[in-house]
């Protein structure tokens, strides 16, 4: 599990067209790719598993907690993106509600536009 940062500051100012705005790019890939929005309610759980394919966990609102093999939880909030490769062992959590976008394709390679959260 790699945890990266998407946020303002990892972005590029675009300026283009008369625009003013910023963008963190995320990802690209050459594959398809399954792409879908995930709600956990207050108290809400995704149950510890396998992975059976690449995944990135983008955080866009809430806060919650996620784990790998190992049994220590480690926070996550807005900004983040978790990505879990194939056959890592998962599970994400939150008492207050979380909502992210998800990822998930045979080929994922996060680090070639985000930073590794310090």
């Not at 399954?34 to 956990?40: A, F, P, V």
């Not at 909030?77 to 056959?87: C, E, L, M, S």
């Not at 994400?92 to 976008?101: P, V």
Request: some cysteine.
């Amino acid at each position: 599990m790699k945890i990266f940062r998407f946020g303002r500051k990892t972005g590029k100012t675009i300026a283009h067209f008369d625009s003013n705005f910023v963008m963190s790019r995320i990802l690209t890939s050459d594959n398809s790719a399954q792409i879908g929005c995930m709600y956990l309610e207050p108290n809400g759980i995704v149950g510890f598993h396998e992975a059976s394919c690449p995944q990135l966990l983008l955080v866009v609102s809430g806060n919650g907690w996620v784990r790998c093999d190992a049994d220590e939880l480690v926070p996550v909030g807005i900004v983040d993106a978790v990505f879990w490769d194939q056959g890592e062992w998962r599970e994400t959590k939150t008492h207050a509600g979380l909502t992210a976008i998800v990822v998930e394709a045979d080929v994922l390679n996060p680090a070639q536009f985000m930073p590794l959260r310090k």
